[in-house]
């Protein structure tokens, strides 16, 4: 038992569970939610594997998993604000 | 989003899945332990690592983000700012919060001039140090939701327009850098080894303030809306 086995398995179960609650749960606030989970498990799994060997980590995947930490951020908040659009009535139909 | 919607139980036939799930995740736990304790032939570390004082800066993390995969950052930056772009063409700013009480007007007093100095410490160092513009802007954008959360239905933004030009200084100023070492016939943001700390340090700066404003913008979650209270 490593320490990037422990991290790296700490990821693939929060990617099962944001999984099973994406697919379970039918709110689509809910549904965001798990898929930012399974997101951060995904980071998780790319983290541990640049940990792997006794060299120094692999700077590559902490360069994708940095950005990509902000970009599923703005792609949560554009999901959100289509979300709160959807739930508005409608108000501007037959124009 | 409906908060009433949100606490609904899943349907029983969801439980059906619990099974197949943990059988997924149980092999995939299997796949990662095999993958870990097979030794890696050939990572791209090395290389990163040996290219290193070629790259203008010696925080490896940054090398790869602005120097090798400068394409692959560039490109971020362009879906940070479509998803700015999105959120803004899909209508007005819901109404912002009600004026903080005393005890967070006094934290918010305290903590957004500190995520300013840091941000600005973070930018810096991230040639040398874990840091960097993505982290940098992340923390001043942070600054930002505190001043919206006080009540600020503007979080601190500029003027809508400014607001416009900042979003998209981040691309413009990296595509600019990168047209320009084309056009002296390096290649697309293929650095000179001698000006590549200042070229990065220019991209890094433009990008922080694009990334801040973006993270920030989105957060107020539209266009804003000029209210003459």
């Known amino acids: ?95 | 989003m409906d908060s009433q919607h949100f606490s609904v139980p899943p349907r029983w036939s969801a439980w059906l899945l619990v099974l197949p799930l943990v059988a997924l995740t149980l092999w995939l736990l299997w796949i990662f332990h095999v993958a870990l304790a097979q030794s890696p032939d050939e990572r791209l570390a090395e290389r990163a690592l040996a290219a290193l004082p070629e790259s203008g800066v010696t925080n490896p993390v940054t090398a790869v983000l602005l120097n090798y995969r400068g394409y692959d950052t560039l490109l971020e930056l362009a879906v940070l700012l479509a998803a700015f772009l999105g959120v803004w063409a899909l209508g007005e700013a819901p109404r912002g919060f009600a004026p903080a009480g005393p005890a967070l007007r006094g934290m918010i007093a305290a903590v957004v001039p500190l995520a300013l100095t840091v941000g600005g410490y973070l930018l810096w160092v991230g040639g040398h140090a874990p840091g960097g513009a993505f982290q940098a802007g992340a923390v001043l954008a942070a600054g930002g939701v505190l001043l919206h959360l006080g009540g600020d239905p503007r979080a601190g933004l500029p003027a809508p327009d400014t607001q416009r030009a900042l979003a998209t200084l981040g691309v413009a100023v990296f595509t600019l850098v990168g047209v320009a070492t084309l056009a002296f016939g390096r290649g697309f943001l293929t650095y000179p080894v001698a000006g590549a700390k200042g070229l990065i340090l220019l991209i890094e700066s433009a990008a922080t303030l694009a990334i801040a404003v973006i993270l920030v913008a989105v957060y107020v979650g539209g266009h804003p809306v000029e209210r003459e209270r």
Do not use: C
């Not at chain 1, 809910?30 to 940990?51: D, P, Q, T, Y």
């Open chain 1, 1 to 95: 038992m490593s320490a990037p086995f422990l991290y790296g398995s700490a990821g693939l179960i929060l990617f099962g569970l944001g999984l099973w609650s994406l697919l379970a749960h039918a709110p689509l606030l809910r549904k965001l939610i798990a898929f930012n989970i399974m997101g951060s498990g995904v980071f998780h799994i790319f983290i541990a594997l640049a940990e792997r060997g006794a060299r120094p980590p692999d700077p590559v995947p902490h360069a994708l998993v940095l950005t990509g930490i902000v970009v599923a951020v703005s792609a949560t908040a554009l999901a959100l604000a289509l979300g709160q659009r959807l739930e508005e009535p409608d108000d501007d139909t037959g124009i």
